[in-house]
T-cell receptor, first 112, second 116 residues
Framework: TQLLEQSPQFLSIQEGENLTVYCNSS?????LQWYRQEPGEGPVLLVT?????EVKKLKRLTFQFGDARKDSSLHITAAQPGDTGLYLC????????????FGEGTQLTVNP | EAQVTQNPRYLITVTGKKLTVTCSQN?????MSWYRQDPGLGLRQIYY???????DKGDVPEGYKVSRKEKRNFPLILESPSPNQTSLYFC???????????????FGPGTRLTVT
């Protein structure tokens, strides 16, 4: 079973601060996705990265896939209260077809 | 509107009373999955289906059954629920995008199940 470890598990910051969330594994993934989940709802896909070293930007969010495709990071610039939520990374193994392995998640709280 | 729907959204039941949680998607996706989400354990896959009549076990299949008789529906069946199946359940459907590299997954709103 491939494991994905996210850190930190909890993060509470003030509006305007920057933050980075990490997703690490000892396994290689053919693709990695980041989801955001709000209370009472299902996770919503933010981005998919597939190439080692790939960087994708979504407004104030920057996603990076490690060169070896074993890790990823999510950086938020100038966080806002609307960014509050549970951030989940999910990886697809090279031989796992459509199956995804999820990290435990990072609960982000941005205080006004 | 493209969506994944689950019913019921909330369910309280007793040990041993068979129940079914329905899942339906209107996006003509081939792949569907069931997950459970528990504090400190994240999302764990219960079962998945790659197409009609094709299902396979995920990471935590014990105590659950599924069927995929139609492309749009993927019900989750608990034949004899137990308290350790109290959890938040999500159905998801997906399609292959970007060539063979990624599967964009769409989640339903969740079903909160309590087994007493």
């Amino acid at each position: 079973t491939q494991l994905l470890e996210q850190s930190p598990q909890f993060l509470s910051i003030q509006e305007g601060e920057n933050l980075t969330v990490y997703c690490n594994s000892s396994s290689v993934f053919s693709s990695l996705q980041w989801y955001r989940q709000e209370p009472g709802e299902g996770p919503v896909l933010l981005v998919t990265v597939v190439t080692g070293g790939e960087v994708k930007k979504l407004k104030r969010l920057t996603f990076q896939f490690g060169d070896a495709r074993k890790d990823s990071s999510l950086h938020i610039t100038a966080a806002q209260p609307g960014d509050t939520g549970l951030y989940l990374c999910a990886g697809r193994g090279e031989t796992s077809g459509s199956r995804l392995t999820f990290g435990e998640g990072t609960q982000l709280t941005v205080n006004p | 509107e493209a969506q994944v729907t689950q019913n019921p959204r909330y369910l309280i039941t007793v040990t041993g009373k068979k129940l079914t949680v329905t899942c339906s998607q209107n996006m003509n996706h081939e792949y569907m999955s069931w997950y459970r989400q528990d504090p400190g354990l994240g999302l764990r896959q219960i079962y998945y289906s790659m197409n009609v009549e094709v299902t396979d076990k995920g990471d935590v299949p014990e105590g659950y059954k599924v069927s995929r008789k139609e492309k749009r529906n993927f019900p989750l069946i608990l034949e004899s629920p137990s308290p350790n199946q109290t959890s938040l359940y999500f159905c998801a459907s997906s399609f292959r995008s970007g060539g063979a590299q990624s599967y964009e997954q769409y989640f339903g709103p969740g079903t909160r199940l309590t087994v007493t």
